[in-house]
């Protein structure tokens, strides 16, 4: 499997190239003969719908519980505000 990367040419152009992971070299040498340096970020890697690994959706569903109560906390005064009293006799 192969990943894109980035490198930056001494001209200051940005190129992309293909290697599998974990082969990509810090320095290539274009056709043309500029020597381009690789710019260090992670390679672009997305997961198609339903294709998820268990780490990333275990991480968004956190993600979700955490946003889901934050949410009530915002809106509890509002709620609590229009709930009528308990009077007791």
Not at 37 to 54: F, M
Not at 81 to 89: A, D, G, S, Y
Request: aromatic share 8%.
């Amino acid at each position: 499997m192969a990943a894109r990367y980035d490198f930056e040419r001494e001209d200051g152009e940005i190129i992309e190239m293909l290697f599998p992971f974990g082969k990509c070299p810090p320095e290539i040498t274009c056709p043309d003969g500029v020597k381009a340096h690789r710019l260090y970020a992670a390679p672009g890697i997305g997961w198609k719908a339903g294709q998820e690994p268990p780490s990333v959706l275990a991480q968004q569903r956190e993600a979700r519980t955490r946003d889901n109560i934050n949410a009530g906390n915002r809106g509890r005064d509002s709620w609590r505000e229009r709930l009528p009293k308990r009077v007791t006799p």
